[in-house]
């Protein structure tokens, strides 16, 4: 049977938002893993409308909330420059505007964040959400 409805959970870490001022970021929700075997972020951009505006992801772990520090890059599946976006002369839908990128996490820390910033001034809405996959106990409840 092909069920991923049963079997993920999906959670808000940034709500739709601009990411606001030169160097300002959103930092996500922190996500507890506990149960389940996988995290994959989902990055998802609306119209960008600078040029030279570059957007960064962060993707920091930890064993408790209140210590996180970056993921080393063999425990990401894709990397934190895929799920970003570059500076672009000319923005193209469905690649550098009103696109979604994505990262997974697969170490073993329970708490995972994902955070995201913007080297300019921008009205770029972006939500960043994550998605808990592979738990040890399906079918997940859905809300």
Same mark, same amino acid.
């Given at each position: 049977?092909?069920?991923?409805?049963?079997?993920?959970?999906?959670?808000?870490?940034?709500?739709?938002?601009?990411?606001?001022? *030169? &160097? $300002?970021?959103?930092?996500? %929700?922190?996500? @507890?893993?506990? #149960?389940?075997?996988? +995290?994959?972020? =989902?990055?998802?951009?609306?119209?960008?409308?600078?040029?030279?505006?570059?957007?960064?992801?962060?993707?920091?772990?930890?064993?408790? *909330? &209140? $210590?996180?520090?970056?993921? %080393?890059?063999? @425990?990401?599946? #894709?990397?934190?420059? +895929?799920?970003? =976006?570059?500076?672009?002369?000319?923005?193209?839908?469905?690649?550098?505007?009103?696109?979604?990128?994505?990262?997974?996490?697969?170490?073993?820390?329970?708490?995972?964040?994902?955070?995201?910033?913007?080297?300019?001034?921008?009205?770029?809405?972006?939500?960043?959400?994550?998605?808990?996959?592979?738990?040890?106990?399906?079918?997940?409840?859905?809300?």
């Amino acid at each position: 049977m092909k069920d991923l409805h049963n079997n993920v959970v999906a959670s808000r870490v940034v709500a739709a938002v601009a990411v606001g001022t *030169t &160097g $300002t970021g959103k930092t996500g %929700a922190v996500i @507890d893993r506990q #149960g389940y075997g996988g +995290l994959e972020f =989902l990055v998802s951009y609306g119209t960008v409308t600078a040029t030279n505006a570059v957007f960064t992801v962060v993707m920091k772990e930890g064993d408790v *909330t &209140g $210590t996180l520090t970056s993921v %080393a890059d063999a @425990d990401m599946l #894709g990397t934190e420059a +895929l799920a970003g =976006l570059a500076a672009a002369a000319t923005r193209t839908s469905g690649v550098s505007k009103n696109v979604v990128k994505r990262v997974g996490y697969k170490g073993d820390k329970r708490y995972v964040n994902l955070s995201i910033s913007s080297t300019v001034t921008a009205a770029t809405p972006v939500a960043v959400t994550a998605l808990l996959h592979s738990p040890t106990s399906a079918p997940t409840s859905n809300p």
